[in-house]
């Protein structure tokens, strides 16, 4: 077993025993922070794939952008400094059941669907080839992604705002 | 750190052993120089604001100037007893220093000491930095919800506010520089500012192609709010809420938080000195004294860290000089003055560079 | 740690109707860097919004009036050095003045001439503990040291009149106790100098400093009609706008004699309080100027009874100190001691337009507003 694979059996445990906590934990801040690592996880599982661009901005903005908007989220809806806000799940069972009809599903589609190489081909740098096919080939659906979030900001903020008497 | 690998395998110790063993010899290197360096800028900053304060500061630990002060506070802090409050959540109260220190020491991955002498040149250097300083606020907001106090929540969220904001103008604005190197490889960075006239000052980067010195100013800014330095040091305010996020926190604890600011520091110093102002380039007055292979290396990490360290002196100066933004003012100062100066300085950048090539 | 369940409204008191459940009590004191004392302020807030604010005083309450009906009028000289601790000389002057007034007693021009001195020199001290205090809380650390620095000179000139650097006890009922030393004069002309050229410097740090502004301008606004309703005096007073100086419209001594400007401010927000003060740190160094140069020799002490047993009645009077009018009421009954004695504290005052001067505000600027009042619990709680 070489270093890679190695690595990437731990890193894969780390993101899915993580992942497990986020569903079941009870106090739901603790849920949010084994969402960050696992989130850091899924960047280690990037790079072994050669995607460091991805691996960066999987970190900058998973992390330190979603995670800290669900912290903030937390924070301000929950009474300051009381108790932790409490996890109500009422349908283990069923999610459970479904949980493991999807593994098996995704896990018979991952296998079986693609021809994987036997080595993965080595990747010229990322950045540059990301930056030019986002600037040609995908221009259009870049544009439309930016007025996308464009809208996000501008529903939230009118959303946030206080009613003017 | 690939220079040690190298070597141990050349050596015939297998490539596993090799590469782990590099790594946490590198690790430790690192660790040891921040120690050193905190506690030298510890020093330093009190010594600074002394002079400036028409006192004298630390005059007798160790004798001289009272150079071992720190070490003494570091000891005292070491020696402290463990306070947790009862109703914390101890988990994450135990986490949040420890993911900020490790987020600070991250950083230092990509900083460029010397010529070769970096921990890893990696293709995504800037970017690699941006992304693991926007983990450092995570560490702040559990730190702050952890303590299970009000003020602590309170100054964690202004903090977290106060990062979230600034990271925008502080991208933004380094991204010139970018687009004129075209990489984001720190060593290309540095020797990009190289030319014809040697390593002299004009080829730096904040007298380069557009308005870099505009964007110099505008990365200056953002990361003293980055840093929670002031004048953006609402987080700490000592005379508002009481030290903000970290105000349940003792001892070594404590000493993370404390260590990690100051390391932050060194980065975003390190940072803009390589972006803006020419990195480890300097006037190599020592190979004639050391030779050739070990020269320039010594000349590079002494022009480096003359070069960080003055930043840094700039740094404290303002602190004991400015007073302190309101937080709303912050907000209004990043989102509304800083945003646009850094959005104009790209495309001026930019049409700089389309110029450059019509003609 | 809902904060509404623990805390206890006085009786009487109640915040504001409207209240939409969502406000937050936050408590700033007693122990706090930035209420300069033992004061508690409970703020009532609305998100970082302050909808209210109840000061509450009382933690250094020391039964001033209540020693004094207890001893006679020379003993309680020391004890009013210790009420508003910053500027003891006026507290002295206050109190001597009322029972001169009660006695008909004249002190002679020299005696006149000294307290003045005096008095703009403590002013100036005053005021230089209030700057650095001031810029401290918004985060200017150095000003604070520079201030000191001064005040230090101001603490040695004292020490060399009297003996002592806080608390004089230098004023006696009908002339001052000592003349001045004979360095007094160089020394005084040459902290003079030394000031002068430093105040400059203080506008490099705090006057034209952007941020300082920006955290001035605008905050904590008390309107000419609110500030007259409320009684408030001092730079308080003057900063809304209202011209009214104690030294200038009901002159006591002989401050008719001195040509100083009596600076007024318009909007009657933190920054005209600061600019009035500041101002007045110039005016005092020149009226101390003029009176040194002025100062005749003679008697120190006027003609006084040997005990002092005032003819029943009652007087008040007033000096302007640092922070205010400052009054003295005292009522006597033949006796030794004052039948009642209650003095007129400005600061006390003056803290009471706080919830007026809040309305509006954030909480970062609480400090701001309260630093900028210039509070000194000792007179507050008396």
């Known amino acids: 077993m070489s270093v890679e694979q190695g690595l990437f059996y731990f890193l894969a445990a780390f993101s899915v025993a993580l992942a497990l906590i986020v569903v079941l934990a009870q106090n739901i801040v603790r849920a949010a922070v084994a ?73 018979l589609a991952a296998t079986r669907g693609f021809e994987a190489p036997a080595e993965l081909p080595k990747q010229p740098e990322n950045t540059p080839r990301i930056g030019t096919l986002l600037m040609t080939t995908y221009a259009l659906p870049f544009e439309a992604v930016s007025i996308l979030l464009l809208a996000g900001m501008v529903g939230a903020i009118f959303l946030a705002r206080k009613e003017e008497k | ?112 000491f010397g010529p070769g002498l970096m921990v890893k040149d990696l293709n995504i250097g800037v970017l690699y930095y941006i992304s693991i300083s926007s983990l450092t606020v995570v560490g702040i ?219 | 740690m809902d904060a509404t369940a623990t805390t206890t409204l006085p009786q009487g008191i109640s915040f504001e109707r409207g209240e939409t459940g969502e406000e937050m009590y936050v408590n700033m004191g007693p122990q706090h860097p930035s209420t300069h004392g033992v004061l508690r302020l409970l703020l009532k807030l609305d998100g970082e919004l302050i909808k209210d604010c109840i000061p509450y005083i009382g933690y250094l309450h020391r039964c001033h009036e209540k020693i004094g009906e207890n001893r006679n009028y020379i003993q309680i000289i020391p004890y009013t050095d210790r009420l508003d601790y910053l500027a003891s000389m006026y507290n002295n002057w206050s109190y001597v003045k009322a029972v001169e007034m009660l006695m008909g007693i004249k002190p002679p021009e020299r005696a006149e001439y000294m307290r003045v001195i005096l008095g703009e020199l403590q002013r100036i001290a005053s005021h230089l503990i209030w700057m650095g205090t001031f810029g401290l809380d918004l985060g200017n650390f150095t000003i604070f040291m520079y201030c000191f620095r001064e005040r230090e000179m101001v603490l040695d000139l004292f020490e060399s009149v009297s003996g002592q650097r806080l608390n004089y006890a230098f004023f006696r009922i009908g002339g001052m106790p000592m003349d001045f030393p004979e360095t007094f004069y160089t020394d005084c002309v040459s902290f003079l100098e030394w000031y002068k050229a430093r105040l400059p410097e203080y506008d490099r740090l705090l006057t034209d400093n952007v941020i300082f502004q920006k955290r001035a301008q605008g905050i904590g606004s008390l309107s000419r009609e609110d500030a007259i309703s409320y009684a408030c005096s001092g730079p308080v007073l003057r900063g809304s706008g209202v011209r009214w100086d104690l030294r200038r419209n009901d002159p006591y001594g002989i401050y008719d004699r001195f040509e100083f400007k009596v600076p007024v401010g318009e909007r009657g927000d933190v920054w005209d309080r600061y600019m009035v003060r500041r101002i007045e740190m110039e005016e005092s160094a020149r009226i101390v100027e003029q009176a040194l140069a002025q100062m005749p020799s003679g008697d120190i002490m006027g003609k006084v009874p040997k005990t002092i047993k005032p003819a029943p009645g009652q007087v008040y009077s007033r000096v302007e100190s640092p922070r205010g009018e400052l009054g003295h009421y005292i009522v006597s009954d033949g006796t030794p001691n004052p039948y009642r004695y209650r003095v007129r504290s400005p600061a006390y005052v003056n803290l009471s337009a706080i919830a007026a001067m809040l309305k509006g505000c954030l909480l970062a600027d609480c400090v701001a507003v309260l630093g900028s009042i210039d509070i000194v619990l000792g007179e507050i709680d008396r």
Request: glycine fraction near 8%.
């Open chain 1, 35 to 107: 969402l960050i690592f696992s989130f850091c996880g899924l960047a280690g599982l990037y790079i072994l794939l050669d995607a460091e661009f991805l691996a960066a901005v999987q970190v900058l903005i998973y992390v330190g952008g979603i995670t800290i908007l669900l912290l903030f989220a937390i924070l301000l809806t929950s009474r300051i400094a009381g108790k932790g806000v409490r996890v109500l799940n009422e349908q283990k069972v069923v999610s459970g059941i479904v949980a493991v009809v999807l593994m098996v599903l995704l896990g």
């Open chain 2, 1 to 112: 750190m690939d220079f040690l690998i190298e070597k141990a395998t050349a050596l015939g110790v297998p490539t596993l052993l090799a590469q782990v063993g590099a790594m946490l010899a590198v690790c430790a290197v690192i660790i040891l120089y921040i120690s050193v360096a905190a506690m030298f800028m510890i020093w330093w900053e009190r010594k600074i604001s002394a002079h400036m304060q028409v006192r004298l500061g630390p005059m007798r630990v160790g004798g001289w100037h009272g150079w071992a002060q720190s070490i003494a506070d570091g000891v005292k802090l070491l020696l402290k007893e463990d306070i947790i409050p009862t109703q914390a959540d101890k988990l994450v109260f135990a986490l949040a220093p420890i993911v900020v220190f490790a987020t600070a020491l991250a950083t230092y991955v990509i900083v460029p």
């Open chain 2, 141 to 359: 907001i559990m730190a702050g919800w952890s303590s299970n106090n009000k003020y602590s929540v309170l100054g964690a969220m202004r903090s977290a506010a106060q990062a979230v904001s600034y990271e925008v103008p502080l991208v933004v604005s380094v991204l010139g520089v970018i687009m004129i190197v075209g990489s984001l490889n720190m060593q290309t960075i540095v020797e990009h500012q190289a030319g014809r006239w040697g390593p002299l000052p004009w080829n730096w980067m904040i007298f380069g192609g557009g308005l870099q010195v505009v964007g110099f100013l505008c990365y200056f800014t953002a990361a003293l709010a980055e840093c929670n330095r002031m004048p953006f040091d609402i987080p700490e305010a000592e005379s508002e809420l009481v030290a903000g996020f970290h105000v349940e926190y003792s001892g070594i604890r404590f000493s993370m938080f404390f260590l990690a600011e100051y390391a932050n520091m060194f980065v975003v110093a390190a940072i803009a000195v390589t972006m803006f102002l020419g990195g480890w380039r300097g006037p190599d007055f020592v190979s004639p004294l050391l030779g050739a292979t070990l020269g320039p290396k010594v000349a590079g990490v002494f022009w480096f860290l003359t070069k960080s360290y003055f930043l840094i002196f700039v740094m404290m100066w303002l602190r004991w000089t400015l007073a302190r933004l309101r937080v709303d003012q912050l907000m209004h100062l990043g989102w509304k003055v800083l945003l646009p100066i850094s959005f104009i300085n790209l495309g001026a950048t930019g049409l700089w560079l389309v110029l450059k090539d019509m003609r």
